[in-house]
Nanobody, 123 residues
């Protein structure tokens, strides 16, 4: 079983920064693609950023150039650095791990989820 615990959310003014962390317990962390998703009030959950086993990353168009996803396999942790935050970035941010191993691009089947961390950007 894979368990994920997010941290780092909070309230920040527009233009500010936050760094989210997701610590993963369980097997085969380094063999799984990881991703960050978010869900704004009244909207569906959407992919924000993903990082594959080999380190290839992909981003939603709305966050390109502002957010950076990274991973530290030794610490079993994935990060999301968020800069130049906007009010539309507000939402609950979820960390996800791929059920499919060794994906070289994106999450093939996000099957393990954290509990979420709230990010609120005030304008």
């Amino acid at each position: 079983q894979v368990q994920l615990v997010e941290s780092g959310g909070g309230l920040v003014q527009a233009g500010g920064s936050l760094r989210l962390s997701c610590v993963v317990a369980g097997s085969l962390f380094s063999s799984r693609a990881m991703g960050w998703y978010r869900q704004a009030p009244g909207k569906e959950r959407e992919l924000v950023a993903a990082i594959a086993v080999g380190g290839i990353t992909n981003y939603a168009d709305s966050v390109k150039g502002r957010f950076t996803i990274s991973r530290d396999n030794a610490k079993r942790t994935v990060y999301l650095q968020m800069n130049s935050l906007k009010s539309e970035d507000t939402g609950v941010y979820y960390c996800a791990a791929d059920q499919v191993l060794w994906s070289d691009y994106g999450l093939k089947r996000p099957g393990f989820w954290g509990q979420g961390t709230q990010v609120t950007v005030s304008s």
